[in-house]
């Protein structure tokens, strides 16, 4: 064995004793993995860990929480005081103390009864959105009186005395008077006399502003809030309000704007003399103002297209609320339209007296196109005015340059006759030329 051992020896390389063998532990997350360093946070904390524990006198304006007010619970709200609901009792609960069902029926009931006041108020002026407390109840629990939005009447507390037949033909008389023609008393609650009386009348309406609009939204939003809080976010006058909503905002908005520019364009006008000496004196180089530029397109933006708005389809309501306009006789695009007419016809009697005082074409020309951008049509009688005092000192210009050219000509032809050469040949071609640019330039 050790002359074995001795042989693999001689023959065999002697290699280098194997290094110990290191076990590492496998990471157990990413972190270990990445070597990610995080600070010391206590995330139970109160205290942010981006604020200093302890405050200091510096200014550091922290934003405030803003706190949501408290709603009204259905414990909270007082029944309503008009004739004919505090009566109102159920097996469950007797008078004077009802259920909570049973109150919130009746608040349902108020808030419907003011929704129909609002719907069936004219948009001219602002609805105070009250019920009236002396307001007639209406006899028996028929369908029309409580889509009416009035409340059912328990056969105990209704009246014994008939009304008188002469008081019953004046309020028949009064309700053909306020619903329009054609539709008879005891079908004006029905949807489409819904829609009638206020929707159409919305979009008739000629006299009113954004402001008008703007309250008579709050107050009907205000309502139709309480009725879907008290469960009737459903019914067809809730709906029908909706849908009646949506184009008084429309209109609000788009009044809004035509009240905006208005304003803007008296404003810009008011200051039309300093604009007229800052035109002159940059020989027509100075920007006009944006408020009086292109106020004729602008109103013809607000304008709504094929006719009345109160006339277009309506089947595709949604589409009709983002597409709807003006009309075109609306009070606001008129006392527009006469604004625009008044400050456009005192700038074409600018432009007609700067162009007789002896301005110059540049002037003139920015002139020309202030006025007609302002609301002027071109046909405007100072306008052409103007435009023939242009026309006549330029066609002047052109003809003293045309009689210079023929001096000159005549000048060089006699020259060459009295030195007995024969004149060059071309030279009226060139100024017949001369000519006519000078005529074009002109246009």
């Known amino acids: 064995a050790a002359r074995g051992a001795r042989r693999r020896s001689a023959f065999t390389p002697s290699l280098p004793p194997s290094p110990q063998r290191i076990w590492k532990r496998k990471p157990r997350s990413v972190d270990e993995l990445v070597n990610i360093q995080y600070p010391d946070l206590n995330l139970l904390s109160p205290v942010s860990p981006s604020r200093p524990t302890v405050r200091s006198n510096s200014n550091i304006n922290y ?83 409580l889509l009416d939005g009035a409340v059912p009447v328990p056969p105990e507390h209704m009246p014994q005395q008939q009304e008188p037949q002469e008081q019953q033909q004046q309020q028949q008389q009064q309700q053909q008077q306020e619903f329009p023609t054609g539709i008879a008393a005891d079908t004006a609650a029905s949807t489409d006399a819904e829609e009638e009386v206020l929707l159409r009348r919305t979009l008739k309406e000629l006299s009113d502003n954004a402001q008008m609009l703007f309250a008579k939204a709050a107050e ?95 089947s595709d309501f949604g589409a009709f609320v983002r597409s709807m306009l003006l009309p075109y006789g609306h009070g606001a695009l008129e006392h527009l339209r006469k604004v625009a007419d008044e400050s456009s016809d005192w700038w074409a009697k600018a432009t007609n007296q700067a162009a007789a005082d002896g301005a110059s074409k540049e002037i003139i020309k920015a002139l020309i196109a202030l006025t007609v951008s302002a609301g002027a049509a071109k046909s405007h009688p100072y306008l052409l005015r103007t435009e023939v005092i242009l026309l006549d000192r330029i066609a002047e210009r052109v003809l003293r340059d045309a009689q210079e050219l023929q001096r000159k000509d005549q000048s060089a032809a006699e020259n060459s006759e009295k030195f007995g050469r024969v004149p060059p040949v071309g030279q009226a071609e060139k100024a017949a030329e001369t000519v006519e640019a000078s005529i074009k330039q002109a246009r």
Do not use: W
Request: include cysteine; charged fraction near 25%; charge should be positive.
């Open 220 to 314: 009907i939003t205000e309502t139709s809030d309480l009725v879907v809080e008290f469960g009737g976010a459903r019914h067809a006058t809730q709906v029908i309000t909706c849908r009646t909503l949506a184009v008084i905002k429309r209109k609000a908005e788009l009044l809004d704007e035509v009240e905006t520019r208005t304003a803007e364009y008296e404003a810009a006008h008011a200051q039309h003399d300093e604009l007229f000496q800052t035109i002159v004196k940059s020989e027509g180089e100075a920007p006009a103002p944006a408020a009086l530029c292109g106020i004729r397109k602008f109103i013809s933006r607000f304008v709504h297209r094929g006719g009345d708005p109160v006339d277009a389809d309506r």
């Open 63 to 145: 934003p405030e929480l803003k706190v949501k007010p408290r709603k009204t619970t259905l414990g909270e709200r007082p029944l309503p005081q008009r004739e004919g609901l505090k009566q109102l009792e159920s097996s469950a609960s007797p008078a004077g103390s009802p259920s909570r069902a049973l109150k919130k029926s009746i608040l349902l009931l108020d808030s419907m009864h003011k929704l129909r006041r609002l719907s069936n108020s004219s948009t001219s002026t602002t609805a105070t959105g009250e019920c009236n407390a002396t307001a007639p109840v209406p006899q028996g629990n028929d369908q029309h009186s």
